[in-house]
């Protein structure tokens, strides 16, 4: 069964392309979605091998306030369930400097600017930190 993806993008258009090129390129299933309470319970439910978080969303909220993607990100972290799990930032700020202040500010895993323009490479991106995240620690770490 294939693993299933979250897209968390706001922008209908950016949504759908970018589940079409993870269906079509990586065979993902994708669950797209901008309700924060939405998102939050399938992370807890372990559904999820990785969220794909839009930086600038405008209509989120959680509990009531406000979030963008980088304030959304940290709230993942904070959940046990979400300490470990890939998330990539997707973003159209792509200035000098944004990707280190992102990645800091939001505890996320890695950075892409949008538009994607090496398809492929977004995918093997994609792959490699859901391979990492499966890692299982050997026999002798757990002695």
Do not use: W
């Amino acid at each position: 069964m294939p693993e299933t993806v979250l897209v968390v993008e706001d922008d209908e258009a950016n949504a759908l392309l970018i589940q079409t090129l993870l269906e079509r390129l990586g065979g993902y299933q994708v669950v797209c979605s901008d309700d924060a309470e939405e998102i939050v319970r399938l992370v807890e439910s372990g559904a999820v091998a990785a969220v794909l978080m839009d930086v600038s969303l405008t209509n989120t909220r959680l509990e009531g306030n406000a979030v963008d993607g980088v304030a959304l990100t940290r709230h993942l972290r904070s959940l046990p369930s979400g300490r470990s799990l890939p998330i990539l930032l997707l973003t159209a700020y792509a200035m000098r400097g944004d990707r280190e202040t992102l990645l800091f500010s939001s505890g996320a895993n890695d950075y892409v600017a949008k538009p994607i323009v090496d398809q492929q490479g977004f995918i093997d991106l994609l792959r490699r930190h859901i391979a990492s995240s499966h890692i299982v620690e050997s026999p002798q770490d757990e002695a």
